[in-house]
């Protein structure tokens, strides 16, 4: 993690190193989701992971202000949250042929991505607050915002046509 | 992941591996909790760790039940996404030393393992629906009904005195 040993002596600490580890996962999904993109079918899906591709890139630049606001700079520290939330999808991909099949796969896929962020957004936000940079916090409640609204347009595709096709 | 290529056909195969997956998961959380418990000081966090013990074991025999009205054995396969939730968990808290971090440290972690279980148990939900499977989805819905209480709760103690403590 980039840490030795007890290297997380106050609440500043968590903040920078769960900010880092966030930065990380940002980056890893911006990798992901052109893959993610050209596996779906469903045009509904593929336009929705493409416009959050472009959502997330805009999120790795909000991450970068807030590292600035800290006077620190932009490093990720490598995440075994993320790359095990992806490495997951991309193995269960590679098991399904059916492409309506893929497509509930990449779903829920998709959406264990989504919460892996807003929870970790939800504590740097909690954080941030209590550590009386509300400036921060309104850069990540920025970014949560469009993780909790990519999660329900999942959500309300999941419970629709691409399920019901695949069924 | 225990599957040849290309070996999720249909809808019904995608629901059996994804059950095995939270499977899994559940499992693990139920080895991870006790460290959790013994490593938080806060005593309203302790207690809602050990609850949430109680509740994890009663959630693995739900699962049991939806496998076998599916006619299948009880059985997990390997997730990478909880193995790298809890061993970022596990990380973290080895590099925090003062109790009122860690304790927000645990907070956090905790509510990254909730949220996967939520995320998963989304899914599993509206794919049984879909597959005409209401009695398995009432069973998995008991489930995610108490992971969301559970991660309400913590994001209560995260939003209240644990974190205000450690600032």
């Given at each position: 993690m980039?840490?030795?040993?007890?290297?997380?002596k106050?609440?500043?600490?968590?903040?920078?190193?769960?900010?880092?580890d966030?930065?990380?996962?940002?980056?890893?999904?911006?990798?992901?989701?052109?893959?993610?993109?050209?596996?779906?079918?469903?045009?509904?899906?593929?336009?929705?992971?493409?416009?959050?591709?472009?959502?997330?890139?805009?999120?790795?630049?909000?991450?970068?202000?807030?590292f600035?606001?800290?006077?620190?700079?932009?490093?990720?520290?490598?995440?075994?949250?993320?790359?095990?939330?992806?490495?997951?999808?991309n193995?269960?991909?590679?098991?399904?042929?059916?492409?309506?099949?893929?497509?509930?796969?990449?779903?829920?896929?998709?959406?264990?991505v989504?919460?892996?962020?807003?929870?970790?957004?939800?504590?740097?936000?909690?954080?941030?607050?209590?550590?009386?940079?509300?400036?921060?916090a309104?850069?990540?409640?920025?970014?949560?915002?469009?993780?909790?609204?990519?999660?329900?347009?999942?959500?309300?595709?999941?419970?629709?046509?691409?399920?019901?096709?695949?069924?």
């Amino acid at each position: 993690m980039g840490f030795f040993s007890k290297d997380i002596k106050n609440m500043d600490d968590l903040f920078l190193h769960t900010l880092r580890d966030i930065y990380y996962a940002e980056k890893q999904i911006v990798q992901a989701l052109p893959e993610m993109i050209e596996k779906s079918s469903d045009p509904q899906l593929k336009q929705g992971f493409q416009s959050h591709l472009r959502e997330t890139e805009n999120h790795v630049k909000r991450l970068e202000r807030v590292f600035q606001l800290q006077g620190q700079d932009a490093k990720g520290v490598e995440c075994p949250a993320i790359d095990g939330i992806i490495d997951e999808a991309n193995e269960v991909a590679g098991e399904v042929e059916d492409k309506n099949v893929l497509d509930a796969a990449l779903i829920a896929a998709a959406q264990a991505v989504e919460h892996y962020e807003i929870t970790r957004y939800g504590s740097l936000i909690a954080w941030a607050k209590q550590l009386g940079r509300q400036d921060c916090a309104t850069l990540l409640q920025q970014n949560l915002d469009e993780e909790k609204a990519a999660d329900r347009k999942l959500t309300a595709m999941a419970e629709s046509n691409v399920n019901r096709k695949a069924a």
